[in-house]
């Protein structure tokens, strides 16, 4: 779950810095690269896709400033052919 906080009232909170900064989510998807295409196609500024950990991973950053890591299994030839 994620939560928004509160900017007003009794459990308000505003970040000293910008919201975001050093905070990566990762997501587990069925395919990272083809979520990378069609975030690219619809004017999004994804990272090119590449293979860490046998996952092929793409990220997006949201509004905020977060890390979003979308991430999922590379085979045998692609982790042998990025590494």
């Given at each position: 779950?994620?939560?928004?906080f509160p900017?007003?009232g009794?459990?308000s909170?505003v970040p000293?810095?910008?919201v975001?900064v050093?905070?990566?989510?990762c997501?587990?998807?069925d395919?990272?690269?083809a979520l990378?295409?069609?975030?690219a196609?619809r ?11 046998r996952?092929w ?21 692609d ?5």
């Amino acid at each position: 779950m994620l939560q928004e906080f509160p900017r007003e009232g009794h459990d308000s909170w505003v970040p000293e810095s910008q919201v975001g900064v050093g905070v990566s989510i990762c997501l587990l998807c069925d395919d990272a690269r083809a979520l990378h295409r069609e975030a690219a196609a619809r004017g999004l500024a994804p990272t090119t896709p590449y293979v860490g950990n046998r996952m092929w991973v793409t990220t997006l950053t949201d509004p905020d400033g977060y890390h979003l890591d979308f991430e999922s299994p590379a085979d045998e030839s692609d982790a042998r052919n990025t590494e």
